[in-house]
Every structure is written in C-alpha cells, then in structure tokens.
C-alpha cells in the first residue's frame, strides 16, 4: 500500500522554533564563557610563579620554534659571494689627518 499522506501542522511557527534553538545556544555559550572566566579569576587569584610559568610556557615555545624557522629559513636563502672581483686591488692606507680650531674643534681624516 502506497505511504499515508501526513499534513504538516506545527505546534509552533519556524521563526518561533529557531530562536529558541538560537538562544540555548546563546545561553550554553554564556555559560561556557562564565565558567572560563570564573577559572582564570580564580586561578589569577592565587598567582605562583610555578602557575606563571606554566601559562607562559607555550608562548615560550612558540617563540622559540618560530625564531628556530626563521633562522633555518634565513640560512637557506642565504646566497654565496654576489661580487667576485678579478684584476688587481690596491689598499691605501696612508691617514692625512687636519684638526682645526680649539673650542669647536673640526677634524678632517683623508686618505691619500
């Protein structure tokens, strides 16, 4: 035999039905925020170091992972000589030195 047909006759109109679905989520997730900030005030409120440093250790280690990538990173790019000089190279080193004045002295270092 074929399926009886069945009306739909709601109690309740869908506007109705989804705010209420709406607000007990809302409400789960005030009381879920609740809760946590009822944790991290008590847990403010008896502050050790060993409780600091607890809370900061992943942050600590996030630190150092990410300066560990990015020092590997920068190695890894890091290119050989860019300038290979071929021919003579000459170095002067004679300093000509001039100091003038006496309260407000000017020294001049030229290299001759």
């Known amino acids: ?3 009886v047909p069945q009306p739909d006759h709601r109690i309740v109109p869908a506007w109705a039905a989804g ?5 007990i989520g809302v409400g789960a997730g005030s009381i879920g925020l609740g ?3 009822w944790l991290v005030l008590q847990g403010l409120a008896s502050v050790t170091l060993y409780g600091v440093l607890m809370v900061t250790l992943p942050f600590a280690g996030a630190a150092m992972l990410t ?3 990015g ?20 170095q002067k080193t004679e ?6 004045g006496m309260f407000f002295a000017r020294t001049r270092n030229d290299i001759r």
Request: glycine fraction near 4%; charged fraction near 10%; charge should be positive.
């Open 19 to 23: 705010t209420a679905v709406a607000s």
């Open 35 to 37: 809760c946590c900030a």
């Open 67 to 69: 300066t560990a990538i």
């Open 95 to 100: 300093i000509h030195s001039s100091t003038r």
């Open 1 to 3: 035999t074929p399926p």
């Open 71 to 90: 020092c590997a990173v920068s190695k890894a790019r890091k290119a050989g000589p860019t300038s290979v000089y071929k021919g003579p190279v000459t």
